[in-house]
Nanobody
Framework: QVQLVESGGGSVQAGGSLRLSCQASGYTYTVRRYCMRWFRQAPGKEREGVASITSGGATKYADSVRGRFTISKDNAKNILYLQMNSLNTEDTAIYYC?????????????WGQGTQVTVSS
């Protein structure tokens, strides 16, 4: 059973940076072979996709974060990252990582528990 554990969240002032990590376990090749995604959910809002990375390393971003966030992965360590720069208050949310076995056009099969990111002005 794949498990995903996020870390790296916290409180930061607007304009600051954070790097989120998502450690996969239970299957050595989770990050290498699956589509990995970052989602977020702000209070009172629906969950939204933030970024994705395919098994081959192709990336996609939501318009709201493109140019500020970078998704990456370390296949050897089975870790997914999200580097977040130029943070603003609208980035405040719980951030989740997820893995989609069949690829990035399919629903995610596994989810982490989330990590809180709070950006203050």
């Amino acid at each position: 059973q794949v498990q995903l554990v996020e870390s790296g969240g916290g409180s930061v002032q607007a304009g600051g940076s954070l790097r989120l990590s998502c450690q996969a376990s239970g299957y050595t090749y989770t990050v290498r072979r699956y589509c990995m995604r970052w989602f977020r959910q702000a209070p009172g809002k629906e969950r939204e996709g933030v970024a994705s990375i395919t098994s081959g390393g192709a990336t996609k971003y939501a318009d709201s974060v493109r140019g500020r966030f970078t998704i990456s992965k370390d296949n050897a360590k089975n870790i997914l990252y999200l580097q977040m720069n130029s943070l603003n208050t609208e980035d405040t949310a719980i951030y989740y990582c997820a893995a989609a076995v069949a690829g990035c056009t399919y629903t995610s099969n596994y989810w982490g528990q989330g990590t809180q990111v709070t950006v203050s002005s």
